[in-house]
T-cell receptor, first 112, second 112 residues
Framework: QKEVEQNSGPLSVPEGAIASLNCTYS??????FFWYRQYSGKSPELIMS????GDKEDGRFTAQLNKASQYVSLLIRDSQPSDSATYLC????????????FGKGTTLSVSS | ETGVTQTPRHLVMGMTNKKSLKCEQH?????MYWYKQSAKKPLELMFV???????ENNSVPSRFSPECPNSSHLFLHLHTLQPEDSALYLC???????????FGPGTRLTVT
């Protein structure tokens, strides 16, 4: 069964802290992994993509992928109130077929 | 701005009406998608088009009818909808299937 699981939260962190968002997926054939940010009433915005095991850094964001554990995470360093949003994990099962499967999202709240 | 536009942004329609949603991408992408986002549910893939050809129909009721006249434009024709079809309808595009997807702002649909 194709599933992407996320803790719905809310995850509350103080300004300046590291926020850690986690995602697990059910299909070992998954190839591509994405993190999207969605503000209330807005559409999803792509933050990061990751395809290989290990870490990928982009500014304050780091995506981590462990295919053996079927686990992908997003770390946000120096969290800001403007980071408060819902973070969606999305997975593509294979390049030839299925489009993105989304988790339900984790709501992050950063307090100043 | 992601380069994907959607019109209208808001739509209220009765159950007997016929309306259409429009999506246009200015990114030169080859794949386009329709998603539905309801409250408390993950984003649901509805249709996938690749080079104007429909490649996926995710068991969507026939009251939703997609049309892709070229790689830049995608329509979703609506007729005899139900109140439970009220949701945010999102269009996305990617260079090719399996690549990063970029979302339009969405159409907030209310069926009365």
């Amino acid at each position: 069964q194709k599933e992407v699981e996320q803790n719905s939260g809310p995850l509350s962190v103080p300004e300046g802290a590291i926020a850690s968002l986690n995602c697990t997926y059910s299909d070992r054939g998954s190839q591509s992994f994405f993190w999207y940010r969605q503000y209330s009433g807005k559409s999803p915005e792509l933050i990061m993509s990751i395809y290989s095991n290990g870490d990928k850094e982009d500014g304050r964001f780091t995506a981590q992928l462990n295919k053996a554990s079927q686990y992908v995470s997003l770390l946000i360093r120096d969290s800001q109130p403007s980071d408060s949003a819902t973070y969606l994990c999305a997975v593509i099962l294979n390049q030839a077929g299925t489009a993105l499967i989304f988790g339900k999202g984790t709501t992050l709240s950063v307090s100043s | 701005e992601t380069g994907v536009t959607q019109t209208p942004r808001h739509l209220v329609m009765g159950m007997t009406n016929k309306k259409s949603l429009k999506c246009e991408q200015h990114l030169g992408h080859n794949a386009m998608y329709w998603y539905k986002q309801s409250a408390k549910k993950p984003l649901e893939l509805m249709f996938v088009y690749n080079f104007k050809e429909q490649t996926e129909n995710n068991s969507v009721p026939s009251r939703f009818s997609p049309e892709c006249p070229n790689s830049s434009h995608l329509f979703l024709h609506l007729h005899t909808l139900q109140p439970e079809d009220s949701a945010l309808y999102l269009c996305a595009s990617s260079q090719d299937r399996g690549d990063e997807q970029y979302f339009g702002p969405g159409t907030r649909l209310t069926v009365t």
